[in-house]
T-cell receptor
């Protein structure tokens, strides 16, 4: 069973606030990912990391930023939240190695910006 | 570039019906293929995978066969249950794509009692 945790599960907050979405995993995985999931279900990769001090932007442009100071922790920050940031955010991790390694997902943070 | 196309939903079935969700892919190399499932209010979970041509992945009564000649990885189950209601994602990962996983758009399945 995968052990990857996201907090908070739900967040409703006003425009202009700074937000940090937390993601932690206890599996020692080097690779970690953030996805934005549309209400229509499609997943969009917004950030990923291949290890400590490694961060890359994903396929979907995002105003959020990430950091990877510790292997187990991959937080996502929005400096000034806007209604367009309302979405579900999913964190995932995987082991290094070849292309046959699946991703393990957290349960997500559902974010609503008023 | 790599891509995954899966059938649009929602798919609505009665309990004990046969399920097929179609998935086709385009890849520059020889990808690994996956099916993930997302239950309401949760993240995605790996359902099954196949890493080379003609491999069959199976789990919880679900099966999918890696067909290189048709570039397909269709998901099947012989008899669905209400508890199978969820969103199903087909995905691929390969060296040509830098090992990033490419997900299909998802297919929502409703199973009626």
């Amino acid at each position: 069973e995968a052990d990857i945790y996201q907090t908070p599960r739900y967040l409703v907050i006003g425009t202009g606030k700074k937000i940090t979405l937390e993601c932690s995993q206890t599996m020692g995985h080097d690779k970690m990912y953030w996805y934005q999931q549309d209400p229509g279900m499609e997943l969009h990769l917004i950030h990923y990391s291949y290890g400590v001090n490694s961060t890359e932007k994903g396929d979907l442009s995002s105003e959020s930023t990430v950091s990877r100071i510790r292997t187990e922790h991959f937080p996502l920050t929005l400096e000034s939240a806007r209604p367009s940031h309302t979405s579900q955010y999913l964190c995932a991790s995987s082991t290094p190695g070849g292309d046959n390694q699946p991703q393990h997902f957290g349960d997500g943070t559902r974010l609503s910006i008023l | 570039g790599n891509s995954v196309t899966q059938m649009e939903g929602p798919v609505t079935l009665s309990e004990e019906a046969f399920l097929t969700i179609n998935c086709t892919y385009t890849a520059t190399g020889y990808p690994s293929l996956f099916w993930y499932v997302q239950y309401p209010g949760e993240g995605l979970q790996l359902l099954l995978k196949a890493t080379k041509a003609d491999d069959k992945g199976s789990n919880k009564g679900f099966e999918a066969t890696y067909r290189k000649e048709t570039t397909s990885f269709h998901l099947e189950k012989g008899s669905v249950q209400v508890s199978d209601s969820a969103v199903y994602f087909c995905a691929l990962s390969d060296l040509g794509g830098g090992f990033k996983t490419i997900f299909g758009a998802g297919t929502r399945l409703f199973v009626k009692a």
